[in-house]
């Protein structure tokens, strides 16, 4: 069972690998670095230059025990410019290279932010949460997603890959269908945007008609000039300035968060769920509450079935491993409440549900994880006060600072654009 | 831009450099961590084991942490290897934690004992210290004692053929374990860490050359001797079952193995 983790022995060492004999070598190289940065910095110096763009930082908001390796590529600096361009593109149903209001699709026609950036059960476009694409000739009602969705997260603390099954990550050598650059990979978040546009299920768009689309809007060409230095529209500037947005969206502040601070206190009814959760008894935190995330970013076969046909959408499909047969990725908890219905195909439409399955409908098969391991009593068998309490805790797992942040809310001048 | 600064620089760093290529008695150090079951590589997902008590197993993972290595010189002096870091995490679902290069230099020479905590002593296993997976996904609960040891010093886990003769899970999980009065509460806390000085761990650890040394889980050993562990006693997970977990750490003084030099040891 080997699961796919982008280690970082940064993490654990300072790392120096040239040893005493390749010092003096490896001193040459770096003095004849250094003169090369002395050059060049005499000709690339903004303070010669007063017409070089600036951008600001953006900085995410430290806080106790949150991890400190960051998913933030070198060629992807957050910046409070880019941030600000991707939100207007997160939520401008144009992106889809459409202007109609009926074939309008934006990130934020399904990504809901007071759903935990999900559609949502009660959501009147999507009922049951059932995410679709726009409408074609052969799906008039617009063909369904294969998943039903993720929450979008504390992204930037993920260095495990993106997807239910982990298919976007760093190793992902493949490129996109038709790619013309290496834009187009499956490699971050930055991907997950020419998914998106291009996908049947979602926009069903071409990258180029979409730049187009955007390229053809006044607003946006001083943004662009903002955060990238000059006004041209480009697929890589559309991508990086959402991918910035999206590593944005942090949750810091769910009662649980301060709990852990010592900044609140939880009754002792969730006292109790939360010590079910992190015990052997209910046995959730081996799987989802590893660290402060309330994930372990790891991939679960969680017993929910016995047989297996949808291969092409498991954690399989992309280790070949045969113990990943219908193992997925255990999705973060931040925020469960508001991100009905659960599981990867949404089977279970409330928290009631999801801890009445976990306490005696576990199913055994081959490919059960080991993390499972009452499967042979069906579950953890919880009596009525503890499933309670488990839910109870559950819901100290919302942040309403975040799900109301109007830093993540539409831009009210693209309400009658974002396709909802 | 005044570039005068940045070539003194240069210049001092290339000096330092021919400095430390002076000092010749040291050596580099990369450890190696394999996982064997009776002599041999462990096959995973596999149902092909019978542990000292005649369960039928197989192991989906083991992940666990090694600290505090001493290296006893032939005049009895100690070298830790604490390179910034005194604790190692090993993954057999991560490849690159499978190897230790040390980052620091050691001295070169004739080495007689390679001693090791298995997990991490209680003193040094703060909660919350590392905040990164993989290493955080190792947390120990703060209620069941976390607060003495806040991470596992080991998850080892796999299947065994129940007395149904079902393929049932077990999670062989150590550290910090609970002592447990009658009214099930939890009254104090024991620790499970233990250090132990690998059998016919000699080697040299040669000048100016980066030595590959390896040690070895043996798995079946786990549930060997002393004690012979029965999992159809103990079931499927024992965090919270201070009697399996001591009987684990009576054992495990037997389970780690000293597996000598390895090949591809020069820089």
Not at chain 1, 38 to 52: G, I, K, L, R, V
Not at chain 1, 306 to 329: L, T
Not at chain 2, 248 to 256: D, L, P, T
Request: with cysteine; hydrophobic share 35%.
């Amino acid at each position: 069972m080997k699961a796919l983790i982008n280690f970082n022995p940064a993490n654990c060492s300072m790392t120096r690998k040239n040893t005493q004999k390749g010092n003096f070598f490896y001193g040459i190289i770096m003095a004849g670095l250094l003169a090369v940065i002395t050059w060049s910095c005499s000709t690339d110096n903004t303070a010669d230059n007063p017409n070089e763009f600036a951008t600001t930082p953006y900085i995410i908001p430290e806080a106790p025990n949150f991890p400190r390796n960051l998913n933030i590529p070198a060629d992807n600096p957050m910046t409070v410019e880019g941030v600000e361009l991707g939100r207007y593109l997160f939520y401008d149903g144009r992106l889809s290279g459409n202007t109609a209001s009926h074939l309008l699709m934006s990130c934020g026609t399904c990504h809901i932010q007071q759903n935990g950036f999900e559609a949502g059960i009660n959501n009147p476009k999507f009922p049951g949460g059932r995410t679709h694409g726009l409408p074609t000739v052969d799906y008039p009602e617009g063909r369904p997603t294969p998943n039903f969705m993720l929450p979008i997260v504390n992204t930037v603390y993920n260095n495990q890959g993106y997807l239910w099954n982990g298919y976007v990550n760093e190793s992902n050598a493949e490129l996109g269908n038709g790619a013309k650059s290496k834009d187009f990979n499956y490699r971050n978040i930055e991907s997950l945007v020419w998914m998106s546009i291009t996908s049947p299920f979602e926009m069903n768009s071409t990258v180029e008609k979409s730049v187009a689309a955007i390229d053809a809007i006044p607003m946006y060409k001083p943004m662009f000039k903002a955060a990238f230095g000059t006004e041209e529209v480009t697929y890589d500037r559309i991508s990086k300035a959402i991918a910035q947005f999206v590593r944005s969206l942090v949750s810091q502040n769910s009662k649980f968060h301060k709990y852990l601070r010592q900044d609140a206190e939880l009754t002792v009814q969730e006292k109790l769920g939360h010590d079910l959760f992190f015990s052997e008894e209910a046995d959730c935190f081996h799987c989802h509450g590893g660290s402060i995330l309330m994930t372990t970013n790891q991939f679960f076969n969680n017993a929910k079935d016995r047989f297996f046909d949808r291969e092409e959408h498991d954690r399989h499909s992309v280790s070949g491993d045969p113990m990943d047969i219908g193992a997925y990725r255990a999705p973060s908890l931040i925020n469960i409440a508001r991100t009905a219905p659960y599981m990867h195909d949404g089977r279970f439409k409330n928290l009631d549900e999801v801890i009445e399955f976990y306490s005696t409908g576990l199913v055994y098969s081959d490919y059960v994880h080991p993390l499972m391991k009452n499967v042979r009593q069906n579950g953890v068998q919880l009596d009525d006060e503890e499933k309670a309490a488990l839910k109870a805790f559950l819901h100290t797992l919302t942040d309403e600072a975040f799900l109301k942040d109007s830093r993540y809310d539409c831009p009210p001048e693209l309400k009658q654009w974002t396709g909802r | 831009m005044n570039r005068v600064p940045l070539f003194l620089c240069g210049m001092i760093f290339l000096a330092a450099c021919k400095n430390q290529e002076e000092s010749t008695n040291y050596g580099k150090l990369a450890i190696h961590f394999e996982h064997y079951q009776n002599g041999q590589p462990l096959h995973f997902d596999s149902m092909m084991y019978v542990n000292a008590a005649g369960n039928p197993y197989e192991v989906s993972e083991v992940q666990w942490f090694i600290s505090d290595i001493i290296l006893i010189g032939k005049d009895g002096s100690m070298v830790s290897i604490d390179d910034g870091k005194f604790a190692h995490y090993v993954d057999t679902n991560i490849p690159q934690t499978l190897r230790w290069d040390v980052d620091k230099e050691i001295f070169a020479g004739e080495y007689t004992t390679v001693k090791m905590t298995f997990g991490i002593k209680g003193e040094k296993n703060k909660p919350n210290m590392y905040t990164d997976i993989p290493e955080s996904n190792m947390m120990w609960p703060m209620h069941m004692g976390g607060d003495q040891g806040g991470y596992h010093y080991m998850k080892l886990n796999g299947f065994w053929k129940n007395a149904a003769n079902e393929r049932q899970p077990f999670n062989f999980h150590l550290g910090v374990g609970q002592q447990i009065n009658s009214n099930n509460e939890i009254t104090g806390f024991i620790q499970n860490w233990f250090e132990i000085e690998l059998p016919a761990s000699a080697f040299t650890l040669e000048e100016n050359k980066l030595t590959n040394i390896g040690i070895r889980m043996n798995v079946e050993k786990w549930w060997e001797s002393p004690n012979v562990y029965d999992h159809n006693v103990y079931g499927g997970s024992i965090m919270k079952n201070q009697e399996a977990m001591g009987k684990a750490v009576e054992n495990g003084r037997k389970v780690f193995s000293f597996s000598g030099i390895l090949a591809d040891s020069k820089i």
